[in-house]
């Protein structure tokens, strides 16, 4: 199965891939802050970038650099495109798993839901007690996602260092995380060698790292 053959199944996409990658996904979350959204796709030979931070190109390659603004928090959900099993970390520079993930519930259907909008697409995703539970699009413009979410973050003592593995193709895991400097790459432990890829912060409020970029 070619990548753009496996996009095409899980993402359902209209016509251009573009208006995926370049949705600008942001969530309203508890308290006034804003939440953006990525979006990728776990395959054995490299993540997938569907909808990544700063990427407005239809042709973002394999395991993109996630451009992060440390004090933002993500809501990163991801699906299972071949069927091997996958899990997702964020490391630090010395390869140290990072205890920041919140894990979420995604139903499948309200993955496509979200990877169906278009870019003129006002849409609502509701979260509640780490599940997200609903999307519904609007005829507003602005491509922005609009938090109804009433379970807000868990406490620290709720997170993970690493997801659970899924293995069934098609299944969709998400996880919530607040973007620190100490954060270098996120990767899957189980394919450690080809699932891999850079983080890039930048901006204050963030961990002790020194991985800022410019």
């Not at 899980?10 to 990658?21: P, V």
């Not at 520079?93 to 259907?109: A, H, I, K, T």
């Not at 699009?137 to 709720?158: C, F, H, L």
Request: aromatic content about 4%.
């Amino acid at each position: 199965m070619t990548e753009n053959t496996s996009r095409r199944r899980f993402l359902k996409a209209t016509a251009a891939t573009g208006a995926l990658a370049g949705l600008n996904a942001t969530v309203l979350a508890q308290g006034g802050s804003n939440e953006e959204v990525i979006v990728l796709g776990g395959k054995t030979s490299g993540w997938q970038g569907w909808r990544v931070p700063g990427a407005g190109s239809e042709n973002v390659p394999k395991n993109p650099t996630l451009n992060l603004q440390t004090g933002t928090t993500y809501t990163l959900i991801w699906q299972n495109v071949d069927g091997q099993p996958h899990n997702f970390a964020i490391q630090d520079s010395q390869g140290n798993n990072l205890q920041v993930l919140e894990p979420l519930s995604v139903p499948e259907d309200v993955f496509t839901q979200v990877n169906e909008t278009a870019s003129n697409e006002s849409v609502s995703l509701n979260v509640s007690d780490g599940n997200v539970t609903g999307v519904s699009a609007g005829n507003a413009t602005g491509g922005n996602v609009t938090g109804n979410q009433t379970g807000g973050q868990q406490s620290t003592e709720s997170l993970v260092d690493k997801t659970e593995i899924i293995s069934e193709q098609g299944a969709v895991q998400g996880a919530r995380f607040t973007a620190t400097q100490e954060m270098a790459t996120y990767i899957c432990l189980v394919h450690p060698n080809t699932m891999v890829g850079d983080v890039s912060t930048q901006g204050g409020g963030g961990g002790g790292g020194n991985n800022s970029s410019m």
